[in-house]
DNA sequence: ACTATGTCCTGCGAGC
DNA sequence: TGCTCGCAGGACATAG
């Protein structure tokens, strides 16, 4: 499932590809619960617009147009299985498209998603009050991962009586957070991810972050993790799946000490963890 | 204000 | 071999 590392990388990928191409068409599948702006409203948004950067932030891909100076930000969430490729016309359409930006040039930026849990939207900037013009920002439901001073990551998670596994699944405190990452962060910081997230000490909770990021930036550099059906841009998969320590690795043996993983659920997700490395 | 749980949706693999 | 069934999970709604 794409989480903070594949976002990134798909995100990087399509910027890569399309920035300064004019949208000269756009087709929606009719998929009612795929959009959250109606379809008629994200078609009429970037229509004839030029795309000017597609990044990241939290789980979301921000692809940034504009038409006469206006800035319109469209909203790309692959929920589970959704892709965002970059193809030439003369590729078939594949089965669960949901949408098609055709490029001037004639490539498309395609939308894939069979499990629809992905939706899109347009994010429009606040109003303005006075004279300036703002630009139109998306800044997510939380706070970045990779960018988060350690003072800040350590308030997050006071006198929260949550598990710290539920925590960082939390959008709202960190965004980008997963189940993967979830898992192999708290893996490599030795802590069990059904401790409360407020209970933890100050030094387990730095601890965490510096796994976190490591996780996090290692997993970018091999182009995320292909479970499920993630790709990036370009139809082609990641390699931090060979990397994984504990996620989907319940009854095998831990890495380290080779003690059986354990499996558990916990907040409605598969929980994996080493019953001794991780206290 | 928090926290916990159910729901959506399709593909895949286990088991009979 | 071919079928059914349960499971996978991010975000959001709803309940406690």
């Known amino acids: 499932m794409p989480e903070l590392p594949e976002v990134e990388t798909v995100a990087n990928g399509v910027h890569a ?19 959250k702006t109606p379809e008629s409203e994200i078609a009429q948004a970037l ?11 939290g789980k979301t891909i921000v692809m940034t147009v504009h038409r006469k100076k206006t800035p319109v930000e469209f909203l790309i969430h692959l929920g589970m299985t959704g892709r965002l ?14 949408a098609i930006l055709t490029l001037a040039d004639g ?20 109003a303005v009050t006075g004279g300036q013009q703002p630009a139109a920002s ?3 439901p939380g706070r970045e991962p990779l960018t988060i001073s ?10 929260r009586k949550t598990p710290i596994k539920a925590a960082l699944l939390n959008q709202s405190l960190l965004h ?10 708290l893996f490599r910081a030795g802590i069990r991810p059904r401790r409360q997230a407020g209970r933890l000490t100050a030094e387990e909770l730095l601890r965490l972050r510096k796994a976190l990021v490591a996780v996090l930036r290692h997993a970018i550099k091999l182009g995320g993790s292909s479970v499920s059906d993630y790709v990036d841009a370009d139809g082609v998969r990641g390699f931090f799946q060979l990397q994984h320590k504990v996620y989907m690795r319940g009854g ?10 354990k499996r558990i659920t916990l907040a409605g997700r598969g929980t994996h963890f080493c019953p001794n490395c991780q206290q």
């Not at 590809?17 to 959009?35: L, N």
């Open 150 to 159: 350690a003072d800040d990551f350590i308030a997050l998670f006071r006198n």
């Open 17 to 35: 590809r399309v920035a300064g191409q004019r949208i000269a068409r756009v087709w929606t599948s009719g998929k009612p619960q795929t959009f």
């Open 138 to 140: 998306y800044t997510g």
């Open 252 to 261: 095998e043996p831990c890495l380290v000490c080779e003690t059986p993983i």
């Open 85 to 98: 490729l970059v193809s030439q016309a003369d590729v078939p359409m594949q089965l669960h498209t949901h």
């Open 107 to 126: 490539r498309e930026v395609r939308f894939v998603d069979p499990r629809r849990f992905g939706r899109l939207s347009i994010h429009k900037p606040p």
């Open 176 to 185: 980008g957070v997963g189940n993967i990452y979830a898992d192999e962060s």
């Open 47 to 57: 229509t004839g617009s030029t795309i000017e950067c597609v990044r990241r932030v």
